[in-house]
């Protein structure tokens, strides 16, 4: 599921070399997924919150939360950091307007998910740091 035509174009050329038959791309805001309630075992998002603003960080996983089956789980891959501690892309990434920022900083920034998947009430909420060139984290909750 992507919010751009081109990307899920993209993403179906990728998959037809390399010979995938059984996939449903959508084309989908996250905010509003097209699905019902308790639908999927695992919801995986990859570098995908890091270019959210982040007010709209408790709709996206609420959406999440709300298509997992009671005992479903929810996997997220973001650029990330180590600490809380702002850098000064990050405090810059705050003052300009998203377009300006998306364009300027290709929109990414770390984020640190734990709190926020833990305020929309998932549960076992487990963070893990992954360092290295591009610092990431991995967080794995249950709903």
């Given at each position: 599921m992507d919010l751009s035509s081109k990307m899920l174009s993209l993403t179906e050329n990728k998959l037809k070399k390399k010979i995938f038959t059984k996939y449903d791309l959508?084309?989908?805001?996250?905010?509003?997924?097209p699905f019902p309630d308790d639908k999927f075992d695992v919801v995986y998002s990859a570098y995908m919150l890091d270019i959210i603003p982040k007010?709209?960080?408790?709709?996206?996983?609420?959406?999440?939360?709300?298509?997992?089956?009671?005992?479903?789980?929810?996997?997220?891959?973001?650029?990330s950091k180590k600490f809380e501690s702002s850098s000064f892309l990050e405090k810059l990434y705050l003052y300009l307007p998203s377009q300006l920022a998306l364009y300027f900083l290709g929109g990414c920034r770390p984020v640190l998910m734990k709190e926020d998947v833990i305020?929309?009430?998932?549960?076992?909420?487990?963070?893990?740091?992954?360092?290295?060139k591009y610092p990431s984290e991995l967080i794995i909750a249950n709903k």
């Open positions: 959508k084309e989908a805001d996250y905010s509003k997924l007010n709209e960080m408790g709709t996206i996983l609420r959406e999440f939360k709300r298509v997992l089956k009671p005992t479903g789980r929810v996997v997220l891959l973001n650029t305020k929309v009430e998932f549960k076992n909420v487990k963070r893990y740091y992954l360092g290295g």
